[in-house]
């Protein structure tokens, strides 16, 4: 591993070089298996690769990793096709969605964060068909209700869920317009289910960004997380952080035992002191295979890369992706290449199979 390195497989384009939204071959422009428009977020069971296309509404779903470049989709779902893109396609429903930000896949079960619906959609065994109607609901009382909050701030209410992460004991949602993350001790199995902790915030009462001043226990803005373990990190994009606890919480608003891209937990600027190996600019993901731990640093364009997994608050990344070195964060440096970036947001990768990046913005 190195500065700069290379990929070897893009989807959505039909090579490195291409750009295009949804950039079908021999229909430019048009929605296709084969098309995309500002991917999201993404997960993996390790047979199946999950690609949330937000913009054009809607989860892909390849049956095996993808091996070629722009690869078809085997299945789609928020739409009733291939071909369709409609926000609430036939009406707010099951099957439907409107700007989905997040994806994971827990054992036979499927969350997906319907961003702009205000809920977490989940389907207790993963999908077959296209357009399959989710099983269940969280953040809303039906699946025909999407109001913000619904019900007023509580344990069971939504505002904007950017994230979902399925530990396979406990499911966690990035509840980013509330500032906080929401946890649920066990697998929920019925609509609108409430969770049990909540962090960044000092209780089910609060959603303000920082409430009583930035510190190790709020957040501004979580976007998305992932657990390992008994590791916990999240992606603290207004904070320009990544907060890390080191065994899951069991207290509402425990507060982080450490923070990257930060010199302490008090700070929040863009690349505080300068843009280097320790600051970030909105991080929008994390990812850690156990040894390695990886930050998508977004306004940064670049994947910041520790090779084994920070113990210190503002330690240092060991390598980057998609700039030349720790100081440069050029949109494309260098021109648009299997090594160049703009605006990466996604990241999954397992030791042993491909690495995912994925690269587009807002």
Known sequence: MGFGQASNIVLGQPDMVSTAVNNTPGNPGAVSARSLNQPLAMTSDSGR????????????????????????????????????????????????????????????????????????????????????????????????????????????????????????????????SNNRVLVWNSLPNANNQSAQIVLGQPDFAHNGFNTGGISAATFHAPIRMYVKGQTLIVADIGNNRVSIWNSIPTTTGKAADIVLGQPNSTTSTTNTGGESASTMSAPQDVFYDGQSLYVTDWLNIRILIWINFPTITGQAADYVLGQPNMTSSTNNYGGISANSLSGPISIYTDRGTPGLIQNGGY
């Open 49 to 176: 690769l999950f690609l949330v296309d937000v913009s054009n509404n809607r989860v892909l779903i390849w049956n095996a990793i993808p091996s070629t470049n722009q690869q078809p989709a085997d299945l789609v779902l928020g739409q009733p096709d291939m071909v369709s893109s409609l926000a609430n396609n036939g009406g707010l429903s099951a099957s439907s969605m409107n700007a989905p930000h997040g994806v994971s896949v827990c054992g036979p079960k499927l969350f997906v964060a319907d961003d702009s619906n205000n809920r977490i959609l989940v389907w207790n065994s993963i999908p077959t068909t296209n357009d399959q109607p989710a099983d269940f609901v969280l953040g809303q009382p039906t699946m025909t209700s999407n109001t913000i909050n619904n019900g007023g701030l509580s344990a069971h209410s939504l505002n904007a869920p950017s994230g979902v992460f399925c530990d396979g004991t406990r499911l966690y949602v990035a509840d980013y």
